[in-house]
């Protein structure tokens, strides 16, 4: 029990250097699955699992897909729940490169027809998408970087807002040319500002959410991640992330669950949420990317959690918008008024919250790590 406790003060908590340098060459690797594991998922559903190694000369963290947590509706081809495993990477790569560690990561370009959602108990739980490989610190301890602590900091710190920000409050320019200039293999940055656009951004959003909000089978999906504001899972979305009062979560749960009845109104005001979110935003970003693969889909998603680390470095809200993206007319629609040929990887929005108070809700759940963690690698 005691091992148990220890393990979450560390997950929960930023290590100091020499914190981080007393662990155990395993419990290192435990501390980055950890910071790995606070990555953004889609629906919350955090697709991840991890095996750690370190018996060999390299200690090393993998990365596996659990197919059992892709969305069918939702996520029917796998793409944002492996966008969501690039994320965890970078999260990785980060806090590795914050203590010291040389590292090089390995990603797996996996066929497409491994990512989709294991339907079926018989098909393949576990695909490996990622490994990262160590070599220990050539010293005890790092200068303190201020941009790398920084970023470490927003990782413990991150969450979605789904809220209305300042759409007159600019974002600054340097932190705006310095997420233009980074980079990924494949992956391309749009970024938005003008008002025109920005409402056509909105009318797309809206029309995506009506899809979504029509369809039984995307309905029901939402309604089984949508959770009760006062629910212990680990995985899945409380209602007081999306501004919902606990009478109001329950009362969408059990109507898009079909357990209860929905008000006229209730639907509405779900779906207009996200089209004034993105009309409030100063700030749209669009990633694009050369092809449809998995190679692509995870370099994505680390370009997407280092954008959103930036941005929560410099205590900007920021929220991910996947319904737009995965909706595949509207889809199609957008990218041709975005003028690019490109396929759209992953939506965000960022600016400063209109109303201050919604800073304070919560980070959603988290699953336990051991849960997480495998006992060895698994077979194909």
């Known amino acids: 029990m005691r091992e148990r406790v220890q393990e979450k003060v560390v997950c929960e908590t930023m290590l100091s250097y020499e914190a981080f340098g007393a662990l155990t060459p395993e419990r290192r690797l435990?501390?980055?699955?950890?910071?790995a594991s606070r990555a953004p998922s889609t629906h919350n559903t955090q697709?991840?699992?991890?095996?750690?190694?370190?018996?060999?000369?390299?200690?090393?963290?993998?990365?596996?897909?659990?197919?059992?947590?892709?969305l069918p509706a939702s996520d029917p081809t796998g793409r944002?729940?492996?966008?969501?495993?690039?994320?965890?990477?970078?999260?990785?790569?980060?806090?590795?490169?914050?203590y010291g560690l040389t590292r090089a990561a390995r990603l797996r370009n996996a066929a497409l027809s491994e990512v989709k959602p294991a339907l079926a108990r018989s098909e393949q739980r576990y695909v490996p998408l990622a490994e990262i490989l160590f070599d220990e610190p050539a010293h005890a301890g790092l200068r303190d970087a201020r941009g790398a602590h920084a970023l470490m900091r927003a990782l413990f710190t991150r969450k979605m807002t789904r809220a209305e920000f300042l759409p007159e409050k600019h974002m600054p320019h340097a932190l705006m040319k310095k997420i233009l200039a980074m980079h990924e293999s494949g992956v391309k940055i749009h970024l938005i500002t003008d008002?025109?656009?920005?409402?056509?951004?909105?009318?797309?959003?809206?029309?995506?959410?009506?899809?979504?909000?029509n369809s039984p089978r995307f309905?029901?999906?939402?309604?089984?991640?949508?959770?009760h504001n006062d629910t212990d899972a680990g995985r899945g979305m409380p209602g007081i992330g999306f501004g919902l009062s606990?009478?109001?979560a329950i009362r969408i749960h059990d109507g898009l669950v079909g357990e209860g009845a929905l008000r006229p109104d209730d639907m509405l005001r779900f779906a207009l949420g996200g089209k004034a979110g993105i009309e409030s935003s100063p700030l749209i970003g669009?990633?694009?990317?050369?092809?449809?693969?998995?190679?692509?889909?995870?370099?994505?998603?680390?370009?997407?959690?280092?954008?959103?680390?930036e941005l929560t470095s410099a205590d900007i809200a920021v929220a991910v918008h996947a319904a737009l993206v995965e909706v595949a007319l509207v889809n199609k629609m957008f990218a041709l008024t975005l003028g690019t040929l490109r396929p759209i990887?992953?939506?965000?929005?960022?600016?400063?919250?209109?109303?201050?108070?919604?800073?304070?809700?919560?980070r959603a759940p988290r699953v336990p790590l051991e849960e997480l963690v495998l006992t060895h690698e698994p077979s194909p």
Request: aromatic letters at 10%; hydrophobic letters at 50%; proline letters at 3%.
């Open 345 to 362: 990887a992953a939506l965000f929005r960022a600016g400063y919250l209109r109303n201050p108070a919604h800073a304070l809700r919560p």
């Open 47 to 70: 697709p991840w699992a991890f095996v750690l190694r370190t018996r060999e000369r390299n200690p090393a963290l993998q990365f596996f897909l659990d197919r059992r947590f892709v």
């Open 195 to 213: 008002g025109v656009r920005r409402r056509a951004i909105a009318e797309f959003q809206a029309q995506a959410d009506n899809f979504v909000l």
């Open 246 to 248: 606990d009478t109001q």
């Open 30 to 35: 435990r501390y980055l699955a950890c910071c």
């Open 219 to 227: 309905s029901r999906e939402l309604g089984h991640w949508l959770l």
């Open 80 to 98: 944002q729940s492996v966008i969501s495993i690039g994320a965890a990477v970078e999260n990785a790569l980060i806090a590795a490169s914050y």
């Open 286 to 309: 669009i990633l694009t990317i050369k092809k449809n693969d998995v190679a692509h889909w995870l370099a994505a998603g680390r370009m997407l959690e280092r954008i959103l680390l």
